[in-house]
């Protein structure tokens, strides 16, 4: 049964990037290039997908899991070596495999496809995935005979002048017989200007046995580029994050200016929702329908639900709920889940705490480790007092209460329905329903006092 299989090179350093960090982690809108690659290709439903790790193997693994088979490349000689790895678990399939760098992010899923299908169509032994470049400096050149069948494919370093002004490159991406590809790498050497082991060469070795070769040029270069330093990491993120966007408005999302509108390949987006210049939507973010994001928020791995209005703040790990609304300048930590119609005003912070409907949260307050029911008035100032030095402690307070300004609430608490904190007050003890608790000191007033004071003229 003939199959369709995948190997992605994810072994090398990346020496160019100079990070700690090995190349194919490097990220861009949200996920790695290796796992853009991953995504792309099981997209284009595959049979069995090979990833060759080496350099920070492990990290690879945990970073893209059981979602494909690995082989190990021990020593870096070359892609050609990198490919005889994955021979143990493909080499006895009929069928096709197609080859694709780990560094090459903005490959598509479609692009793959096309690849395939014109592989079949020629009845070739190898199909080169190609790209008119305006630059081709650095990249294998594709040398075509007079009949335009290729002849060969040619590395920057071992091109002649003549090959070296060629345009036509090659992208690296490669479908091949999947028998004749490992029957051709035990034929080729390292006799060239890097001492490796090309996996260009068995499109040599193919045609010096009159197999036929085909080469399938796209119309985007830009969707080749492979990312080799921190220049062309930046050149690829914007190019993805145009593409992102135009997604998003052709599915009916409204952006202000959309080249200052950062948005993550996972996110999800409802209708009609308008996103601000300076946006920034992270992670595994989803937007409901018909909400406003307003300028220079950031939201990470939340969920925003319908006609929700965010004014200048910053959502990490959280949710809200429909009509509610939040900022400017107002920050959901981790674990705060927002109910209907909740206002949350300027310079409100929430973390690990629940807030129920109706419930208004107007300005310069701190609500952690909380449970807040439904229509409860809470003032400015407030602060939700969770810490003892050593552990959090939890607040409750019931529905349709009022918490005056100025307030400190001392966990853990328990504050009932319908209960009314005075302005000022500092609460440690349970507030049973409808009482109304008072905690500060009585105050006294000097007559004429002010006149005594020694700055003061008469």
């Known amino acids: ?125 190898a199909t080169i995935l190609t790209s008119n470049a305006p630059d081709p400096t650095g990249y294998g050149r594709i040398v075509r005979n007079d009949l335009g069948i290729v002849e060969k494919i040619v590395e920057q370093k071992d091109a002649t002048k003549e090959e070296q002004a060629i345009h036509e490159i090659n992208t690296g991406v490669y479908v091949f017989d999947n028998q004749a590809l490992f029957q051709a790498l035990h034929q080729i050497n390292n006799q060239n200007a890097q001492g490796e082991y090309y996996l260009t060469d068995v499109i040599e070795v193919l045609k010096s046995e009159g197999e036929t070769i085909a080469a399938y040029k796209m119309a985007d270069f830009d969707e080749s580029m492979g990312v080799n330093d921190r220049v062309a990491l930046a050149r690829a993120t914007k190019i993805m994050q145009a593409r992102i966007n135009r997604q998003h408005m052709m599915d009916g999302i409204s952006m202000i200016d959309p080249e200052r509108t950062y948005i993550d390949a996972d996110v999800k987006i409802g209708s009609d ?94 609500v952690g480790n909380a449970k807040l029911g439904k229509n409860i008035n809470v003032g400015c100032g407030v602060v939700f007092v969770n810490y003892d030095g050593a552990k959090k402690h939890e607040t409750v307070v019931g529905d349709d209460s009022f918490v005056g300004s100025n307030s400190n609430l001392i966990a853990p608490l328990q504050v009932a329905d319908h209960s009314f904190i005075a302005a000022g007050s500092t609460i440690n003890r349970q507030v049973n329903q409808y009482d109304m608790a008072i905690a500060r000191s009585r105050q006294t007033n000097k007559p004429g006092y002010f006149k005594k004071l020694p700055y003061q003229k008469d």
Not at 285 to 297: E, F, K, L, P, R
Not at 316 to 334: F, K, T
């Open 273 to 366: 929702t308008i996103l601000e210049p300076g946006v920034q939507l992270k992670g595994t973010t989803t937007i409901g329908s018909d909400c406003y994001i307003g300028a220079n928020s950031e939201i990470r791995d939340s969920t925003i639900h319908d006609h929700v209005t965010v004014t200048s703040s910053l959502i990490e790990e959280s949710e809200m709920a429909d009509y509610s609304d939040i900022g400017p300048n107002s920050h959901l930590r981790p674990n705060a889940v927002i109910g209907e119609h909740v206002h949350l005003g300027n310079f409100v912070e929430v973390k690990k705490a629940s807030i129920g409907a109706g419930t208004k949260v107007g300005h310069l307050t701190y």
């Open 1 to 125: 049964m003939a199959t369709k299989n995948t190997i992605i090179l994810a072994a090398g350093k990346g020496t160019r990037m100079k990070s700690k960090l090995y190349k194919v982690l490097h990220r861009l809108c949200g996920k790695t290039m290796v796992d853009h690659v991953l995504t792309q290709v099981e997209k284009a439903d595959m049979d069995n997908i090979i990833t060759i790790v080496g350099f920070g193997a492990d990290a690879v693994r945990n970073n893209i899991g059981n979602r494909t088979q690995y082989a190990v490349q021990e020593k870096q000689l070359g892609t050609g070596h990198a490919v005889l790895q994955a021979e143990k678990l493909l080499g006895n399939l009929d069928g096709m495999t197609m080859v694709v760098s780990g560094d090459t992010p903005l490959l598509t899923a479609h692009t793959f496809e096309n690849l395939f299908t014109y592989h079949r169509n020629k009845k070739a032994k």
